[in-house]
């Protein structure tokens, strides 16, 4: 029934819960804008390593400000923004600090495995609707995870010309992969792969993650 009870009103969208409320972005436009993104990126370079390059660049900016984003709603961090929006450093820098000074009264996750399902759940949810379709090991490397899915949204009504070979808009999504994994003290290089299925047209996408050193040395010590 229309008027009964109270709405609560937000007023900073950052206080809005990320699991309520409709979608927020439709799909049209986000194919719109993600397209004219490519493009525009795609007259200022010479090569598809570039452009990929590029988009990664693009989408670690995302990551960093959906880290941001998760710790204001989902309470994750009990001290004050502002002051360290005001520091003279590069933006990553600051927003590093952040996160890692974010320590009394908080979830802030320490453990590989923690940050990379949090990346393959929480992230992804709030970015595409859903938990990515797997999160594995790699086989070959201690320092390689992989997390894949079978129709990535940034692939799915992409259609790729025969002369930009193996060009992968992933990329974008790699990029927010590693902002979000930077930010959070989980340095990494993160790139997006095809790989194809059998019995299927098209491939899935890969994002495999491969961590610094750095990494792999505080997670021994943790034990």
Known sequence: MIGVGKIKQYTNVLEKPINKGKQEVSLSAFAFLFSELVQYNQTHVDNIAELERRLEDAGYAVGA????????????????????????????????????????????????????????????????????????????????????????LVNRFISIPKDMGTFNCGAFVAGIVRGVLDSAGFPAVVTAHFVPVEGQQRPRTTILIKFAEEVLQREARLG
């Open 65 to 152: 400000r959906v880290l941001e984003l998760l710790c204001h709603r989902e309470k994750l961090c009990h001290i004050s923004w502002a002051g360290f929006e005001s520091l003279s450093f590069p933006s990553h820098v600051w927003i590093r600090l952040f996160v890692e000074t974010a320590i009394e009264g908080n979830r802030r996750e320490t453990r590989l495995l923690g940050i990379l399902s949090f990346v393959h759940s929480t992230v992804w949810k709030v970015l595409f609707g859903k938990v990515a379709d797997s999160l594995e090991k790699g086989t070959e490397h201690e320092d390689e995870y992989m997390i894949s899915e079978k129709e990535l």
